[in-house]
């Protein structure tokens, strides 16, 4: 049905584009999204929109999903109580937010069995940084400090989307998000702080999560598929460059206080322009891992598999109480009415 409503134009929404009726949706549209206002589940919008969004939020919702991973890896060895219950906290929060992106995705007409479905099947995409292993106890805090640090330069502007679920959404999730880039950060802090073996651990998770980081915000804007479009409405508020560029500029700060080399070369910082130089990101690499060969890319979607189908007869208990439920209110609902009845003497 999910398929149907992206590849196939809906007659109820999306009539013919010659029609005039359509021509005249579409400059309404175009006028809203132009004046900042939001567009709601209910209201008329382009199919293309739609499609669009349906495939951002969901490939973000996936990527928050498979993104516990990597971390929930090192629930069990975090080095002390506090740092467990806070990275439980952090793990925790993300798939809160899986949640509510899904939600979000659900608004626009999409089951969330179709989305699961096509994250299991390995037709949708997710943030390619998760392919990567977590190796060390630094790696904790490389993520949270440049992944999740990366994510808020992503998100923030997505707080003010045009698509209203979506921006409401984001606004709790980067809230949360801001406390996951300090714990990471401050992880880096005590590492780099600490005996030379914590400090060589602090840098080599930098030499390792520095690249992929970069690579978060996607490939050039000359070879981006999708971006002119979202930035046209309004999804997008800058470009994958641009986002870059800043996340380079906050960063590098950061490193330096840290004491910790960022492993680039070219790296060097422009007087003229006030921005960072920096050099290329290994674009081959980023291709291979999207094509399903990065280092854990199996191993992840088989985690996801096997905690779905363990997962199975939660979804069956949830389904049979709402059933339940559903079957007590209906006969609530007919003894209350008979009730009224009775009370204003009708039959
Ligand atoms: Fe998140
Ligand atoms: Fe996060």
Not at 73 to 102: F, M
Request: aromatic share 8%; glycine share 6%.
């Amino acid at each position: 049905m999910y398929s149907q409503a992206l590849d196939e134009r809906d007659p109820r929404r999306d009539p013919a584009p010659a029609d005039a009726a359509d021509a005249s949706r579409v400059l309404r549209f175009d006028e809203r999204v132009a004046a900042e206002e939001k567009i709601e589940p209910n209201d008329w919008m382009p199919s293309a929109y739609r499609k669009t969004l349906v495939r951002q939020i969901s490939q973000h919702a996936h990527s928050e999903i498979i993104g516990m991973q990597p971390e929930g890896n090192w629930i069990t060895r975090a080095p002390s109580l506090r740092r467990k219950a806070v990275l439980l906290a952090k793990v925790q929060d993300e798939a809160g937010h899986g949640l509510y992106l899904y939600a979000a995705a659900e608004t626009l007409g999409v089951t969330r069995e179709e989305l699961v479905d096509q994250l299991l099947d390995g037709r949708a995409k997710y943030s390619s940084i998760f392919n990567y292993p977590t190796l060390t106890w630094a790696d904790i805090g490389a993520i949270g400090w440049l992944v999740d640090g990366a994510a808020i330069m992503n998100q923030i502007p997505l707080c003010r989307c045009s698509y209203g679920p979506y921006a409401r959404a984001m606004v709790r999730i980067c809230k949360e998000e801001s406390f996951h880039q300090r714990q990471g950060f401050e992880i880096m802090l005590t590492l780099s702080r600490g005996t030379e073996a914590q400090k060589a651990m602090a840098q080599d998770a930098l030499d390792r999560w520095w690249w992929p980081a970069l690579m978060m915000f996607g490939p050039h804007d000359s070879d981006s598929t999708h971006s002119e479009q979202s930035m046209a409405w309004k999804i997008k508020r800058f470009s994958n460059d641009e986002l870059r560029q800043k996340f380079v500029d906050v960063t590098v700060p950061q490193a330096e206080f840290l004491g910790l080399r960022v492993p680039d070369d070219e790296l060097r910082y422009d007087e003229t322009t006030g921005h960072y130089v920096f050099g290329e990101p290994d674009w081959s690499e980023f291709a291979a891992v999207l094509r399903g060969e990065g280092p854990c890319n199996a191993q992840r979607l088989a985690h996801r598999r096997r905690a779905h189908d363990d997962g199975a007869w939660v979804r069956e208990a949830a389904e049979a109480y709402a059933a339940k439920r559903a079957a007590t209110t209906v006969d609530h609902g007919q003894t209350h009415g008979t009730r009224q009845r009775v009370a204003q003497g009708s039959p």
